[in-house]
């Protein structure tokens, strides 16, 4: 099993920046296709990105489309969000796991800390 640890978040005005970071520990990490997911208050969690072991194949939530890049090292056993143009929607605790390519959802149920995130106008 992956374990994980999520970075980067923080508080930002709206249309700024922020990277997020997932840093794995075990020598699985490079063989598993990985996901970012988000919870906002008081809502369900919620697919973000995935990314296949080889970083080759990406999906996206259409609400992140064109504005978030979901990257990887697998030598560096570490995860990217890159998040531009950042909307008050985009507020969340977001959190990084093992997940199913192109199904968007997690491999698990056990979860990290997430990060926070929160984008004000």
């Known amino acids: 099993q992956v374990q994980v640890v999520e970075s980067g978040g923080g508080l930002v005005q709206a249309g700024n920046s922020l990277r997020l970071s997932c840093s794995a520990s075990?020598?699985?990490?490079?063989?598993?296709?990985m996901g970012w997911f988000r919870q906002a208050p008081g809502k369900e969690r919620e697919f973000v990105a995935d990314?296949?072991?080889?970083?080759?194949?990406?999906n996206y939530a259409d609400s992140v489309k064109g504005r978030f890049t979901i990257s990887r090292d697998n030598v560096k056993n570490t995860m990217y969000l890159e998040m531009n143009s950042l909307k008050p929607e985009d507020t969340a605790v977001y959190y990084c796991?093992?997940?199913?390519?192109?199904?968007?959802?997690?491999?698990?149920?056990?979860w990290g800390q997430g990060t926070q995130v929160t984008v004000h106008s």
């Open positions: 796991a093992a997940a199913e390519l192109g199904q968007r959802r997690p491999l698990t149920d056990h």
């Open positions: 075990g020598r699985t990490f490079r063989s598993h296709d």
């Open positions: 990314i296949s072991w080889s970083g080759v194949s990406t």
